[in-house]
């Protein structure tokens, strides 16, 4: 069964850095766009950073850009979210999905994996 799964969250105080991962099972994640998401208590899940797979093009929210940074290593099968500058704001439960990065993108294909996520709290 393909499944996603989001690892390295925990308590970080504000102005400090985490790194999350996204491991796959079933599918190589160089093959596909792959997004973070978040949702916090109360709000709607949003996106967070994407990294596309057929050009290599990277986006993020406003909200985090300048802060966090989405990466890949094809060898280990992983693509990681770099947090920096943490804030309160930032507290969530964080999500990675193969997932069309662009609208155009999702007129080509159609693919979408999501998993379980990691909790991100982040202290004033």
């Known amino acids: 069964e393909v499944q996603l799964q989001a690892s390295g969250g925990g308590l970080v105080q504000a102005g400090g850095s985490l790194r999350l991962s996204c491991a796959a099972t079933?599918?190589?994640?160089?093959?596909?766009?792959i997004g973070w998401f978040r949702q916090a208590p109360g709000k709607e899940r949003e996106g967070v950073s994407c990294i596309s797979n057929s050009d290599g093009s990277i986006y993020a929210a406003d909200s985090v850009k300048g802060r966090f940074t989405i990466s890949r290593d094809n060898p280990k099968n992983t693509v990681y979210l770099h947090m920096n500058s943490l804030k309160p704001e930032d507290t969530a439960v964080y999500y990675c999905?193969?997932?069309?990065?662009?609208?155009?993108?999702?007129?080509?294909?159609?693919?979408?994996?999501w998993g379980r996520g990691t909790l991100v709290t982040v202290s004033s």
């Open positions: 079933g599918l190589i994640l160089d093959d596909y766009d």
């Open positions: 999905a193969a997932i069309p990065c662009t609208l155009e993108a999702g007129t080509r294909v159609k693919y979408h994996y």
